[in-house]
């Protein structure tokens, strides 16, 4: 298994301004991801963070506005840039072990409101 | 693209047996798992099926059919603590990350 925490746990953030999520694994892993889940929704793959490279978007999301850091095997930031309320959401980072990609850990999440 | 299909909402009785489906459309297909999520908490790993058949795990059991693009997830002698979101997450190819259904919101009921 894997603990992963997240920081800020909330935030309330005005429009335009930008807020870095942060994700911490107790364990080295490969595979980190971020993904975004309104209340009651599903969970969208934002992007794939990779160690020592840029990180990977799925369609209909760019660098620009979700830049993603991955300094280490165990730590990694995502930031929601430029806010507009449309980015009220819930964000959070996963981590796939060893067991496989049908296994993933996620983190407590972040719940952001965009005013 | 990938698309699953999964009841928005189910209700059932404590004590009974319930089934959650999920149909598919992937371009490629590496393996079904399903997750749980309770209101506010993050999405947990219940169980995964790559190949036909029934995987039994406790009181949660799991089902794929590869050639009708269709599994479930059968939850037995249901508790109030399974009132819980329940999605299926489909595996395109070995090291791609998992695409998620809407989800099936689970109410139990006394």
Known sequence: ?115 | GQSLEQPSEVTAVEGAIVQINCTYQTSGFYGLSWYQQHDGGAPTFLSYNALDGLEETGRFSSFLSRSDSYGYLLLQELQMKDSASYFCAVISSGNTPLVFGKGTRLSVIA
């Open chain 1, 1 to 115: 298994s894997a603990v992963i925490s997240q920081k800020p746990s909330r935030d309330i953030c005005q429009r335009g301004t930008s807020l870095t999520i942060q994700c911490q694994v107790d364990s080295q892993v490969t595979m980190m991801f971020w993904y975004r889940q309104q209340p009651g929704q599903s969970l969208t793959l934002i992007a794939t963070a990779n160690q020592g490279s840029e990180a990977t978007y799925e369609s209909g999301f760019v660098i620009d506005k979700f830049p993603i850091s991955r300094p280490n095997l165990t730590f990694s930031t995502l930031t929601v840039s430029n806010m507009s309320p449309e980015d009220s959401s819930i964000y959070l980072c996963s981590v796939e072990k060893s067991e496989g990609m049908e296994t993933q850990y996620f983190g407590p999440g972040t719940r952001l409101l965009v005013l």
